[in-house]
């Protein structure tokens, strides 16, 4: 079985296949990206980070948005699970809780894309969530 | 054409020539070691190895290696300043500080280009020293490997997978202990080699030379209840000159055997006899097959191949024993020479055979093997007692404080003394079918062959073919000398491809008078070809040129053998071949 | 073609000079089953003599070593001599005429394996087994040999055992990786 | 489109490996499917990360962790703390040397700092053995490139004007050497990639086999196109198993998709690769040598010319480079010889990768832009020498190279200037010694190592490298003369002026250029029989203290050779040119008074 007849079927492949190692091309520079850290402790899992964690992957590859997303420890912010933590590029980073679904929603097209704050910001010491 | 410098001399070369032969062109000899060519032969040896004969190449970084170089236009060359002078010098020293020291003693010494080159470079001191490298010393019947004095110049390694295509030797190993030898460093003598000899033809030192006779001859000649008699091969007398000063090409029939007399051989004999005696046999059983190939069996085995080559013989044993029963039954003519002498000679003078030492010179190596097979001996005692080459000769000569150029001219005895022009051509490249051809054609057609000089048959290419006319039937004739070619017509006839009634092959580049035990030619083809015009100026000078009319012949026939191919004759003159394997035989002193 | 055969070191110099030992005895048991396993690798490679390194990697491969008869059948099938597979087999330090040991023992003697010691380790392993490079124990089970660089320069030195890679190996620590296999 | 949130990344190089690597692959994986995260992480081997010192190396991305010195036992835990609770393994990450720091990634480790890594782009970053991961970067677009888009006039000289030289040893000009091929008329050609790494200390093209096989096929593909050949082959070292099979893996990969074979991208070109093994023979790195060993022969090399590009394999043109020099080939194509030509210096373009090792604490595999200097490989990128030593000497360019010492850190590295330092670029081993390490042993190794892999052919190398060992031999035990010394100078001169091969023409160069650097110590060695780095046993000396001999005797009766000599209850001595050095004296002596020293005090010795 030939696959690759033509350039272009090899550059339809190469497509295909760069999601597969985009993580790796991306950790490469990670202080271009938008970093986000969604607190997967014990606390944050029980309050629905898994999903918010997926929801994220999912939707900032959907808007082609490049970014990292991680999965870090308990932040100490445990009232307020979900924590997601986001860096963009260039930014300091601001930590939001009580992140459901639709909240990610909400900070990916607001924040994220376009720079504006929105509710639920964990007023915070930098220096204690250095990871 | 191509000009450069050498040496402050310009000189114009043509494109592809090599430095060495552009300085020679320009009159600039530089010293070589392990290049050898004979190149009317197209034979060489250059694998560029011993870097004897650098030379500074204007603007090239290291020195040039002047035998594989190729000039390029502008070269600007310097052939012995003082850099060219220390490398040599060095290089020269350290492949000796890797010699054994023992020339007084070697067999070598005097016609060793190690030796030559160490005197030329006036090495007086030896600053390298250190490990030599070590190796069991080998013994077969023909040829002793000292190979401790192997200098890795290759040129048997070429000579016997190349030319001869024999392959009984190879580079083994790496590094200082590389080396030429058989396959696991095995006895050559169960190697495929055929004896040929052209390995220590070509040799430069003393690693690779011939099994030496010359004390059991003299002491068999020192030994009064013995009667010794000699036998020299046609190829002999062409070049035994050549060891004492003459000029390549000088015969020296007379002087030669004036030599043996002195020497105090009882009878010295022609093998050249008993040559007329093969052309007989062998004559006789070409026509027979061909006969009946003409009456339409097809079973007769054509073509027929010569069988006189002892070196030859082995390598079809070896390489073709599917095909034993295409070549010849004759035996060799130093072969009916011995059983001739050992029966008709010894009950002529009434000697017992055992009491009778046949001694050969021979041109050949093979020729001592030969004459240790079973088949020739009875009750263990062999036709031909010993067998000496015609270096050995010279040397016994020399020993022997004889004045071999002031010697008067002597003729052989009778009656294995008388030969014809016949028998003195076997010793060519295409000599023995010619000689046959002069027989078999009378005895064919019944006429009187007026030009007894067939020219299609001479000559030096490695194969040649012609078409001889036998009144109206023409027969188509193969030569072939050196092993290498000798498998390409025997492929054919393996194929059954070949297009020949009869092949005439001989081992030896040049045939006999290229022999493994001729004088060294170090790689002069002049030499060969005024050998080979010498033999052809012994034959016109031959009243008789027809084996079949030589007297002692028919005289032999007549009071002894009967008719050719007699049954008596096939007994004494004829023999049988033997398949050998070229399978790994491991004879580790009967330890298997 | 079943033989055994007591080669004289006299007679193969190559052994006298790899293993410097009185008598080798060399087993060597070519049924027809082997021939034909022989016959079968130069067949893979069309019986091509420039094919002749690869064939004689995969009879090694089979064999555990490259014994004469299994370079003869080969220079048959490849139609060249026996003495040019010879010269070959000798040519190259990867080919073996004497089977290795059970437990094949390679120290690296790499440059980086050199400067950290490798040569120390070597002595310690000849030492222990009392046997020379290249040699195999008498009772069969632990070979030497040295081969350069394997790539793991990071681990200097290093040790061989099979295919087991022992790094950062110490002279001390020699006894304890041969006591491993010695049970 | 793949959900693996995370990817870990296992060195699957020979280093690696050999330190348990698989297993600690099979254990995160194990473990990751036990914890029902096989969805979500993605386990793969990769080729060599270079950083082999502190392997098995394991890299956990997005957050780009990594893990040096990873041991079986530590897989859990990974898997435990950070995988699942995002915790990272403190213990496990690579500590600053200099501040004792945790360095949570690779970019801020000094290794990795100042390397650029076009040759070893991809190792240890994709599978080695999933052409997709290639593919997904860049693999085959230059191919396709060169195919579709710009002819082999275009390519050719894309890669001349990007000033790429041959990387095996000596530099030659890839570009030129392809024009040279692709002029030479022949019904058949071939492209040859020499994998027959010999030099002992160097092992980037097994990496780079192991890590991205594609990349060396894809560029054997694009030589083959442009000189006019279909046959490739690989004459690779049979002792290199890993990366035979991951090359056998791939070419079959390349196949199945159509990148190797016939009517390659819809075109009428055809390639196809094969493989012929060396089997241990240093010289066979020599390219006419490597023909001849890739047609069954021994592996001695012949005169030049012919060159392999009139008449190589099988009496074929031939363009033979080596895998690190077609490993820079799609990146030239795909990212332009301007942008190669930008790194480097004047006459050194690109990066060099290097095999740092020795007594360095970094041991590794390196790539760096040419030009930089001694002291930031050994310093920044090799983190000092080892147990804080004396920096002593850089052996570069293997048994053909030489020494760079302390003056030399400050110089570009580059073909010229290691040249002209005395060394040369070779293959890339660099060997790091310290002030415990002797130069005249470190001759004798390489001069050992020539004696071991010389061909034969040529009386220089095979007698006179013999000589050159024996002589330094002679030194180092403590028997060397005056002589000697002018005796391996001529020797060096002659055997580099005549010897037919590059192996043989180079092979003085470790003595010669210790000898220009450290001829003191080869005056040591020969004339106050001296080692200094105490490397040569029979110039150490047993030597009884004076303070702490109490004259007891008992070394006295112990010696063999009555070599010692003093009353009772005075301190005895030993006199040095009749002591065998056999150490019983040692053994005997209750006070310690007796050791083993590279110099004794000359004058106390008495006569006996």
Known sequence: MREIKTLADLKKKQEEMRSRIKLRDNAENPESLVQVKVAMATCGIASGAKEVMEYFVDELDKRSIRAIVTQTGCMGYCYAEPTVEITLPGQDPIVFGYVTVKKAGDIIEHYIKEGELVDGIIPQNYNTIKS | MIELTIDKKKVQVEKGTTILKAARKAGVEIPTLCHFELCDMGIENKPGGCRICVVEVEGRRNLAPSCITEVQEGMVINTHNIRVLNARTTVLKLIISDHPFDCLVCARSGQCELQSLATQFNIRSLPYEGEQSRYRKDTSPSIIRDIDKCIMCRRCEMMCNEVQTVGALSAVNRGFMSVVAPAFEMNLEDSPCTYCGQCLSVCPTGA??????????????????????????????????????????????????????????????????????????????????????????????????????????????????????????????????????????????????????????????????????????????????????????????????????????????????????????????????????????????????ENVVFDNLRGMEGIRSAKVDFDGIELNIGIAHGLGNARKLLDEVRAGTSKYHAIEIMACPGGCIGGGGQPYHHGNSEILSKRAAAIYTEDERKTIRKSHENPSIIKLYKEFLGEPGSHKAHSLLHTEYFPKSNEVTLHLNGEI | MSQNIKVNPEVYSFMEKKTGTDNVEVKVNLSKEKVDKINEICNMFDNEPRELINVLHEAQHEFGYLPAEVQDVIAHNLHISVAQVYGVVTFYSYFSMIPKGEHPISICTGTACYVRGAEKVLEEFKKELNIKVGETTSDGKFSINCLRCVGACGLSPVVLVGERVFGRVSPDGVKAILDEYRK | MSKYKMHILVCAGTGCSSSESNLVCEILIDEVERKGLGGDVQIIRTGCFGFCEKGPIVKVLPDNTFYTNVKPADAKEIVDEHIIKGRKVYRLLYTDPESGEHLPDSKHMGFYQKQIRVALRNCGTIDPENIDEAIARDAYQALGKVITEMGPDVAINEIKSSGLRGRGGAGFPTGLKWEIARKNDADQKYVVCNADEGDPGAFMDRSILEGDPHSIIEAMAICGYCIGASKGLVYIRAEYPLAVKRLKIAIAQAHEYGLLGDNIFGTDFSFDISLKYGAGAFVCGEETALIHSMEGKRGEPTNKPPFPAQSGYLGKPTNVNNVETFANIPVIILKGAEWFSSIGTEKSKGTKVFALAG??????????????????????????????????????????????????????????????????????????????????????????????????????????????????????????????????????????????????????????????????????????????????????????????????????????????????????VINQEICIKCGACMEKCKFDAITLRSDYPRVSVPIV
Not at chain 2, 277 to 300: F, H, N, S
Not at chain 2, 385 to 405: G, M, V
Not at chain 4, 498 to 526: A, I, K, R
């Open chain 2, 208 to 449: 690779l030379t011939e099994v030496d006779h010359t004390n059991d001859i003299i002491r068999a000649l020192s030994d009064s209840s013995k009667t010794v008699i000699v036998q020299t091969a046609p190829a002999v007398r062409a070049a035994l000159g050549e060891e004492f000063g003459l000029q390549p090409g000088t015969l020296v029939t007379g002087k030669m055997v004036s030599a043996l007399k002195e020497l105090g051989f009882d009878y010295v004999f022609d093998t050249d006899f008993s040559a007329d005696l093969t052309i007989m046999e062998e004559g006789t059983e070409l026509l027979q097959r061909l006969k009946a190939y003409l009456a339409g069996d097809t079973e007769v085995r054509l073509p027929i191949l010569t069988s006189c080559c002892p070196g030859w013989v082995n390598f079809f044993e070896h390489n073709f024993p599917d095909l034993i029963d295409v070549p010849s039954t004759a035996k060799s003519p130093q072969q009916m020479f011995g059983a001739i002498a050992k029966t008709y000679f010894a009950d002529k003078i009434g000697v017992n055979r055992k009491d009778l030492i046949v001694v050969s010179i021979m041109p050949c190596i093979a020729k001592k093997y030969e004459c240790q097979r079973d088949e020739f001996k009875v009750d263990g005692n062999q036709d031909v007692d010993y067998s000496i080459s015609t270096r050995e000769l010279a040397a016994f000569i020399k020993e022997a404080n004889i004045d071999f150029l002031n010697l008067p001219d002597a003729d052989f005895d009778d009656p294995l003394g008388e030969s014809t022009g016949a028998g003195v051509i076997f010793g060519n490249t295409g000599g023995v079918i010619e000689a046959a051809c002069r027989t078999a054609y009378e005895i064919y057609t019944g006429k009187k062959l």
């Open chain 4, 359 to 572: 007594k360095i604490n970094n041991v590794g595999l390196i790539e760096i832009p040419m030009g930089i200097t001694l002291r930031e490989i050994i310093y920044e990128i090799g983190g000092g020498i080892k147990n804080g030593k004396k920096f002593k000497a850089v052996q570069t360019g293997g048994p053909s190279g030489g020494c760079l010492t302390e003056k030399h850190l400050d110089i570009p590295i580059d073909y010229e200037s290691l040249t002209a330092s005395g060394s040369m670029m070779g293959s890339g081993g660099m060997i790091v010694l310290d002030e415990d390490d002797c130069m005249v042993s470190v001759a004798k190794f390489y001069l050992e190592f020539i004696v071991d892999e010389s061909c034969g052919k040529c009386a220089p190398c095979r007698i006179g490298n013999k000589r050159m060992h024996e002589t330094l031999k002679r030194i180092t035990d403590g028997k060397g003369t005056q002589e000697d010394l002018d005796k391996l100078k001529n020797l060096s001169y002659v055997i580099k002026d005549t010897s037919l091969c590059g192996l043989g023409q180079t092979s003085p160069n470790p003595v010669l250029s210790t000898m220009e650097h450290f001829m003191d110590e080869y005056n040591e060695h020969v004339i106050d029989k001296k080692c200094r780095a105490g490397q040569c046993s029979n110039l150490l000396y047993y030597v009884i203290s004076e303070e702490e001999c109490i004259g007891c005797m008992a070394c006295l009766r112990a010696c063999p050779t009555h070599a010692i000599s003093g009353e009772k209850k005075e301190a005895h």
